[in-house]
């Protein structure tokens, strides 16, 4: 048993960055790779002191822990999300750490409403899983899955596997019937990943400091190594992000810092695909975008309109602003409401 606390070592290692030299005696203590045998010993060290110090209360943890699991419905499903043919939603079991995803056909073609429900019980059609992370973190100490995103078509299925907690997933692409794979996983990227149309798939990497800064476009079938750079974050300061509109008829990649952040777009049913700028790149704006019909929304603010204005652009001439409404000194409810609406809606277009 650990009777006194582990102390790491000293190692001086210089760090020299912009004409500055910082010292830091425990550089040698990050390990990316989760695998450097002195790293991990001395974590080992400090969970043993932790458990040992900790001994006498250890009956309190799980009665605690008991009774905060019990205070919850394992079996479950969440609210399902109607795609095309499909109701896609995920279940958690009693006993299991992981969700499975399911989907389940819907019996119409009708058109969604706000009364649309799926169908359970002995006459809807059979529930179908997609993935059992129960069954994909076997034998792993770690497992997450950073991104679940179906194609267009709803004939596949990509997912961000990560087996080591840094954060670098591997993404796969299954038939979501078979569950077999398809194509060749792709390695190091983030959990941003989207599909642009059925046969491409658009994601992002990361450089050595995971700054999101590379975003790349993916032909299924091919080697990742042919994959093209639709744009690369040289300024480290800003780090890139991915989402799809809410009409699915474009992708956002978005390139933010602090207090500045750009937009291009992507037009899904184009053969040609790239990047176009949607808002440019000024210092001090912060700009976010949604997209319905000819138009694309574009919500700004800056220390001069730091109550944001909503602008709109026809799709096919970005140029052509016209403010919807504008900034004001004291934003009215109403404005609040909409423009907090939007935000909402912007976060979950992911």
Same mark, same amino acid.
């Given at each position: 048993?650990?009777?006194?606390?582990?102390?790491?070592?000293?190692?001086?290692?210089?760090?020299?960055?912009?004409?500055?030299?910082?010292?830091?005696?425990?550089?040698?203590?990050?390990?990316?790779?989760?695998?450097?045998?002195?790293?991990?010993?001395?974590?080992?060290?400090?969970?043993?002191?932790?458990?040992?110090?900790?001994?006498?209360?250890?009956?309190?943890?799980?009665?605690?822990?008991?009774?905060?699991?019990?205070?919850?419905?394992?079996?479950?499903?969440?609210?399902?999300?109607?795609?095309?043919?499909?109701?896609?939603?995920?279940?958690?079991?009693?006993?299991?750490?992981?969700?499975?995803?399911?989907?389940?056909?819907?019996?119409?073609?009708?058109?969604?409403?706000?009364?649309?429900?799926?169908?359970?019980?002995?006459?809807?059609?059979?529930?179908?899983?997609?993935?059992?992370?129960?069954?994909?973190?076997?034998?792993?100490?770690?497992?997450?899955?950073?991104?679940?995103?179906?194609?267009?078509?709803?004939?596949?299925?990509?997912?961000?596997?990560?087996?080591?907690?840094?954060?670098?997933?591997?993404?796969?692409?299954?038939?979501?019937?078979?569950?077999?794979?398809?194509?060749?996983?792709?390695?190091?990227?983030?959990?941003?990943?989207?599909?642009?149309?059925?046969?491409?798939?658009?994601?992002?990497?990361?450089?050595? &400091?995971?700054?999101?800064?590379?975003?790349?476009?993916?032909?299924?079938?091919?080697?990742?190594?042919?994959?093209?750079?639709?744009?690369?974050?040289?300024?480290?300061?800003?780090?890139?992000?991915?989402?799809?509109?809410?009409?699915?008829?474009?992708?956002?990649?978005?390139?933010?810092?602090?207090?500045?952040?750009?937009?291009?777009? =992507?037009?899904?049913?184009?053969?040609?695909?790239?990047?176009?700028? &949607?808002?440019?790149?000024?210092?001090?704006?912060?700009?976010?975008?949604?997209?319905?019909?000819?138009?694309?929304?574009?919500?700004?603010?800056?220390?001069?309109?730091?109550?944001?204005?909503?602008?709109?652009?026809?799709?096919?001439?970005?140029?052509?602003?016209?403010? =919807?409404?504008?900034?004001?000194?004291?934003?009215?409810?109403?404005?609040?409401?909409?423009?907090?609406?939007?935000?909402?809606?912007?976060?979950?277009?992911?």
């Amino acid at each position: 048993m650990a009777s006194t606390p582990p102390v790491a070592r000293k190692v001086l290692h210089e760090l020299a960055e912009h004409g500055d030299v910082r010292l830091d005696s425990y550089y040698w203590l990050r390990d990316d790779s989760r695998s450097d045998p002195a790293v991990l010993a001395h974590l080992r060290a400090e969970n043993d002191y932790t458990a040992a110090l900790m001994s006498d209360v250890k009956h309190i943890e799980d009665e605690i822990f008991a009774e905060i699991r019990g205070r919850i419905k394992e079996d479950d499903t969440d609210v399902p999300l109607r795609r095309g043919q499909y109701y896609y939603y995920e279940r958690t079991l009693t006993g299991k750490e992981y969700v499975q995803h399911c989907r389940r056909l819907v019996p119409t073609d009708g058109h969604i409403t706000v009364f649309d429900a799926m169908p359970v019980g002995l006459d809807a059609p059979d529930e179908h899983i997609v993935l059992d992370e129960n069954v994909k973190a076997e034998g792993h100490d770690y497992y997450s899955i950073g991104a679940f995103k179906v194609s267009p078509s709803g004939r596949l299925v990509a997912y961000g596997e990560d087996t080591n907690g840094d954060e670098a997933y591997t993404l796969y692409v299954i038939d979501a019937e078979s569950g077999e794979y398809v194509g060749q996983p792709l390695k190091g990227v983030t959990s941003d990943i989207e599909w642009a149309g059925d046969d491409y798939l658009v994601y992002i990497t990361m450089d050595s &400091l995971h700054r999101p800064d590379k975003v790349c476009l993916h032909k299924l079938g091919s080697d990742q190594s042919n994959d093209m750079c639709l744009y690369h974050e040289k300024d480290d300061i800003f780090s890139l992000g991915l989402q799809a509109s809410e009409s699915k008829q474009y992708l956002f990649v978005r390139s933010e810092s602090k207090s500045t952040s750009f937009i291009f777009h =992507l037009d899904i049913s184009k053969q040609k695909k790239q990047l176009e700028v &949607l808002t440019p790149r000024l210092y001090g704006i912060d700009t976010a975008a949604s997209h319905r019909g000819n138009h694309f929304y574009i919500k700004r603010r800056s220390e001069d309109f730091y109550n944001s204005e909503l602008v709109a652009c026809p799709s096919n001439n970005v140029a052509e602003a016209t403010v =919807l409404l504008p900034h004001r000194e004291r934003t009215s409810s109403s404005l609040r409401i909409i423009l907090l609406s939007m935000s909402v809606r912007m976060v979950y277009q992911k």
